[in-house]
């Protein structure tokens, strides 16, 4: 859905720091997300997944909230809330962690930071998490702060994003690892800066720490950055199915758990630490999977956007899954596609028919991420 | 910001039952609410208002939530919940009520309906109360059962919704008073009717228990409304600014107390029942209001539309607050205002300016619900 953004219903939600700025260069259509408005649109879709490819895109992803976890507890607390051994987890370091419940559901899919020794930040998926953390916190006994902080992200994410991020920080700024953190000034602007992203390219997220400067922040980015060619843009939905990532809500909700999005390796039942879902998790793994995502390749006509409904996938005429996300990849020359299906007809080259609202077409399981269809179809 | 239905970001925002219904209808826009859309936008907003004030609508209301809480210890933990006095609560009874976090802030402003002496639902504004109140029950050690019950509130509100009541479920209807609630079948759809709704007006909320009936309902309550003057429509901003109701983000957040926006009376600090916020809400209570939601009146030209900024309010060039909700009242024939001022700013009277994109505008303290300005500008 795009917005125009012309007229207002109020404000029951938020702009971000960025909000002008986005408006400034470009951006025709917002979506919301954690209560914000999000820029989903800078006019072509394919030309803004080109430029993550080929250069580099900067885009206002502030609706990443943090919650910001302090105190005696910290640590302890952050272990309770995800299933990922954290032991590990060293200061200026970051992981992709899940939140489950306690019947090992996925209430969010965030980038966990650790600032420091006691000073962690959850970056949000769209489920207030805030609320989750802070309700836990009441009858959990630890001393632990949990805010929301003043604290507003970016993506800088392509191929071109290291040299802008040089251009910008210095050579320093090249030994920054994947999944690591630093903190950073630039001209007085208070900064965090990690190796991370939602395109599976080279791509950093600068955490701007005092929303006053958004406007700043961003244009002084920008002016950095045309040298390399970066240009406006939004989270790329064509990339980010191509490389298998979860957009939460559409591929994944409180009633899907780890194990049925192949992210088994983000759950430890082994640890001695306790963690909500733990109990449920074990169970679920005991009893093994009913369902599975998959990867599909759709025939047919090219899909005009992503589908804005989950499409039936059947077998005989037998329902056996929905297709959660699709897009059309210019890339691959295909319709690529996350489905959710019974897990007897989840193997690579099972085949389906989806019914969409233009008709149904023939569908097959294929690997993800993912690559060449021909040699996958060949495969088959 | 008002949508184009003709694209999509994908299935991560999720429709309700009666969103094809509302497209079909003459929907022109949608906002997005607890990561739903809800229309918003019927062409109209000032025919919406009037249809709403002199005949009825019908609004898709999906968007509002049910957290249902069963369990022996249900009513207990509901209690928790709330700083409200819930021990006259009724089975078959609802109340408005807020939810607070540990320091007395807001995190929501749901109805509560009571359907059985251990089952409840808190039909909910925008925040995942769902996961706060689930985090909660983790280490609380009440046996309680919390989920989100495949339940869509339609609101029909106007004048001559006792009517359509009458005629859609017949005269026993007639009967079921202001906020109290009713378990009825139309024709097998399995629904609760309460006498609630979001407007000032007499009206009704009607919630759906099995999502596959939502086009038929819908049309179902289209048809038996057509005499009456029916009209498919939206939550009207301009009513419920003049009622002085809340838009939560807008009018009141996590850090907005229940005293600042006049809600002292959902507090109930003497009850023996423990609440979470009650001892920080102890503190706010005794020392006193810093800083309370007024009604304003804003000179100059009616508004285009409700504001999508909070705009600043000065005095001698001093900001003492900032506009959260304002609206042109096409009744009123003035444009009217929320607005959250320093405690010493507030008497009734009391001139500001606003800082408008458009300009700057003179302002005065007015009395909450609104009415005839011009007997309110005399009295000051």
Same mark, same amino acid.
């Given at each position: ?204 997220? @600068?955490?701007? &720490? ?11 980015? *920008? %002016?950095?950055?045309? $040298? /390399? ?118 193997? @690579?080259?099972? &085949? ?11 569908? *097959? %399981?294929?690997?993800? $991420? /993912? ?10």
């Amino acid at each position: 859905m795009a917005f125009t953004v012309n007229t207002g219903f109020g404000t029951q939600i938020r702009k971000s720091p960025y909000f002008d700025a986005t408006v400034r260069w470009g951006a025709q259509g917002y979506s919301v997300y954690n209560h914000m408005y999000i820029p989903r649109d800078f006019g072509d879709p394919e030309q803004n997944f080109w430029n993550l490819i080929s250069t580099a895109i900067l885009c206002d992803v502030g609706v990443e909230r943090q919650v910001e976890i302090t105190g005696p507890d910290a640590a302890r607390f952050v272990q309770l809330l995800t299933p990922r051994n954290l032991s590990t987890l060293s200061v200026g370091q970051c992981k992709y962690v899940l939140i489950t419940n306690a019947d090992g559901g996925i209430l969010n899919d965030p980038i966990l930071l650790r600032l420091g020794e006691n000073h962690f930040w959850l970056s949000l998926a769209d489920s207030d998490i805030l609320l989750w953390a802070q309700g836990i916190a009441i009858y959990a006994g630890l001393d632990v702060t949990i805010s929301e902080p003043d604290v507003s992200p970016l993506q800088l994410q392509g191929p071109a994003s290291g040299q802008i991020m040089q251009a910008l920080f210095g050579d320093s700024i090249m030994d920054l690892a994947y999944f690591w953190l630093r903190e950073v000034e630039l001209d007085g602007i208070p900064l965090v800066v990690s190796r991370t992203g939602w395109s599976c390219e080279l791509g950093y997220e @600068i955490y701007l &720490r005092d929303s006053a400067y958004g406007n700043e922040l961003w244009e002084r980015i *920008m %002016v950095a950055g045309q $040298p /390399f060619g970066l240009a406006p843009g939004h989270t790329s939905t064509i990339r980010r199915i191509e490389g298998g990532m979860l957009s939460y809500h559409a591929d994944a909700d409180r009633h899907t758990n780890p194990y049925e999005v192949g992210l088994g390796r983000l759950v430890d039942l082994d640890m001695p630490a306790e963690f909500i879902g733990k109990a449920a998790l074990r169970r679920i793994h005991d009893e093994g999977l009913r369902r599975k995502q998959v990867g599909l390749f759709i025939e047919g006509e090219p899909l005009a956007g992503p589908n804005s409904e989950f499409w039936a996938v059947t077998q005989d005429g037998n329902t056996v899954g929905k297709v959660t996300s699709a897009v059309y990849s210019p890339r691959l020359g295909y319709n690529i596609a996350l489905a959710m299906v019974d897990i007897d007809s989840a193997d @690579i080259g099972t &085949r389906f028919e989806v019914l969409m609202p233009q008709g149904a077409q023939q569908a *097959m %399981v294929v690997d993800k $991420p /993912f690559y060449d269809p021909k040699k996958q179809l060949v495969a088959a």
